[in-house]
């Protein structure tokens, strides 16, 4: 803190009194690709590290159409009504200019947004994987130590993002649609396994039997895999957002599942492997960062790569040739 410069003391005193013009402040300097934004940005991470660590980190999926915001709207709204504090975090891996959808996710949720105890933020990529989970993970420690009670992280579809997304969370929801086609077929193994529950949602009018039948079929294709944890089983259950139905029972699916794994010492069990993959993943982007920005990597690597193209030499050999360089 000594070191800190004013500006970021500002900061870093900003956040710890859940100031959000000072919280989004300090997120955009964590975003930033720039040196200098960076090195301030560690400072504040380092600074605020001590006060993270409370909050129930919940990551929340789903199919396009699933209803994520409307969700996410009507479990925020339920859980300031019980007096907590609650941040979104949208994540799109698609395209950190543009935004994806994950800009309208404010307009979708008109009333989180504008709630005092509510903080909405999308969380560009980059352009990589790697570049959402590193900027993603370093927002929901600044909204931990911002005192946010829940942080909800949000991806925009079924795909690699949710691997990065369940790598930074407690709980990994996945809701579903009942009735959109042959739902078993329509998700992807690896998210099944990394569940922690699924949700059918939209269970509601003339889609309630629908929905039932989708949560039998559901949890027939659960039983088949082999859990996560020893000491949870993954539910499936169904809710309807519209109608705030059923989320009152996922919210204490939730809180059950944070006591078990708190009681079994697995929940800082996970989260201190979450903390090493993080730390191997940063330094797999370091060393690619670093190796595209050596000046005889960017000399020699367009001919190589039409040398590999053309077939005059192999990937291997190509490769071993252009991280040579990096000892030069």
């Not at 979708?108 to 105890?117: A, G, H, I, T």
């Not at 352009?127 to 005192?147: P, Q």
């Not at 000491?231 to 078990?260: F, K, N, Q, Y």
């Not at 060393?287 to 040398?307: A, G, I, N, S, Y």
Request: glycine share 8%; proline share 4%.
């Amino acid at each position: 803190m000594k070191s800190a410069t004013d500006a970021t003391f500002d900061l870093i005193t900003g956040i710890r009194s859940g100031n959000r013009r000072m919280l989004a402040k300090a997120i955009t300097l964590v975003e930033s690709a720039l040196p200098e934004h960076q090195a301030k940005a560690q400072e504040i991470l380092d600074a605020v590290l001590p006060l993270s660590g409370n909050a129930v980190r919940l990551g929340i999926s789903g199919v396009p159409g699933v209803g994520k915001s409307t969700f996410i709207e009507s479990l925020g709204m339920m859980l300031i009504a019980e007096g907590k504090r609650v941040a979104v975090l949208a994540v799109d891996p698609s395209s950190s200019r543009s935004g994806g959808s994950i800009l309208a996710d404010k307009t979708r949720m008109e009333k989180l947004s504008v709630e005092p105890n509510a903080f909405i933020r999308p969380s560009p990529s980059g352009g990589t994987l790697g570049g959402v989970a590193r900027k993603t993970r370093e927002t929901l420690l600044i909204c931990e130590a911002a005192g946010f009670d829940v942080v909800i992280v949000e991806t925009v579809g079924v795909g690699q993002s949710e691997v990065a997304v369940a790598s930074m969370v407690d709980f990994f929801l996945v809701l579903m649609l009942a009735g959109a086609g042959d739902e078993i077929q329509g998700i992807k193994k690896g998210i099944l396994e990394m569940a922690d529950a699924i949700a059918i949602n939209k269970a509601d009018g003339d889609n309630l039997e629908k929905a039932d039948l989708a949560r039998k079929d559901y949890q027939n294709a659960l039983n088949l895999l082999m859990p996560n944890s020893a000491v949870w089983t993954p539910p499936v259950l169904t809710c309807s957002a519209i109608e705030m139905r059923g989320i009152d029972t996922i919210w204490e699916t939730v809180l059950d599942h944070r006591a078990r794994l708190m009681e079994s010492g697995l929940l800082q069990q996970n989260r201190r492997k979450q903390a090493i993959s993080w730390l191997w993943s940063l330094i797999e982007e370091g060393l690619k960062e670093r190796f595209h920005r050596h000046p005889l990597v960017q000399k020699l690597l367009p001919d190589t790569v039409v040398e590999v193209e053309s077939g005059r030499t192999t990937p291997s050999a190509a490769a071993t040739r252009l991280l040579n360089l990096l000892d030069r």
